[in-house]
């Protein structure tokens, strides 16, 4: 994880180690990332408990309670190592899908689809807190989209990205004794993003159903629609999630 933090490339900044790691994500990332580090520390000061973020339907609807739609997929505990390794897998897994996809739209996008339909079937599975399900979804997006990279589990077990999914599901069987049911949800809901996005559009000519509508688009890019005489690169047309290297995780 030191490297995780130490890492980066050429940073603008030129300050610390970690100031660089943390402006160098992209923004949802970085936005996610502070959430959650930010709600963690006032839990440990207690300053909030867990009682006010968990999501609760009636406390949403009937009570009125509206900050619990955010609060749930931020909080992870207070700090601890669980903790820590929830940050490593956002920066790590939601930065590399963030940077390879083709706009701050389109990534939003995913994270709105995902957060609602979680929030929509949290009740039938008793979740209160989906921070965990929704990470789960963007690491099986990711793992989908990487098929030849290699990955190495505590450094006893190397496999194929599209493994890493179904091996934390066994870590979580092998150590708490019992099917771990949010990541359980976020594997499903991933699976329905991907399909719709990677295998969907191959057989329906290109259709995806849920690329983001252009009212989302223009909440976040100006420019969405270039002037008809502006010369437009092939590659700038390509709303596919590309699928970047990666080293082993360690």
């Not at 970085?30 to 300053?47: E, F, M, Y």
Request: net charge neutral; charged share 15%.
């Amino acid at each position: 994880m030191a490297a995780v933090v130490n890492g980066g490339g050429d940073g603008a900044l030129g300050g610390l180690p970690l100031e660089q790691w943390f402006f160098e994500m992209p923004i949802c990332t970085r936005l996610w990332t502070s959430a959650t580090v930010i709600t963690g520390i006032l839990v440990q000061c207690q300053v909030l408990t867990p009682f006010q973020l968990f999501y609760s339907f009636r406390a949403v609807f009937h009570k009125q309670q509206f900050w619990r739609l955010a609060t749930t997929f931020i909080y992870f505990g207070p700090l601890s190592l669980n903790l820590l390794f929830h940050i490593f897998f956002i920066q790590r897994y939601a930065r590399m899908l963030e940077e390879s996809a083709a706009s701050v739209a389109h990534f939003s996008w995913l994270l709105a689809y995902t957060s609602v339909t979680l929030l929509a079937i949290a009740p039938l599975f008793s979740q209160a807190f989906l921070g965990t399900t929704l990470s789960s979804t963007l690491v099986y997006i990711w793992s989908r989209r990487n098929p030849d990279t290699r990955l190495s589990f505590l450094g006893l077990l190397t496999f194929k990205a599209p493994w890493l999914p179904w091996v934390l599901v066994a870590f979580n069987v092998v150590l708490h004794g019992h099917w771990p049911k949010d990541e359980l949800c976020g594997i499903a809901v991933g699976h329905v993003w991907y399909f719709f996005n990677d295998i969907y559009p191959t057989a329906h000519n290109g259709s995806r159903p849920l690329d983001p509508p252009q009212f989302w688009i223009r909440l976040f890019e100006r420019d969405a629609n270039p002037a008809p005489d502006s010369e437009v690169h092939p590659a700038a047309l390509n709303r596919d999630i590309a699928a970047p290297a990666v080293p082993d995780m360690r």
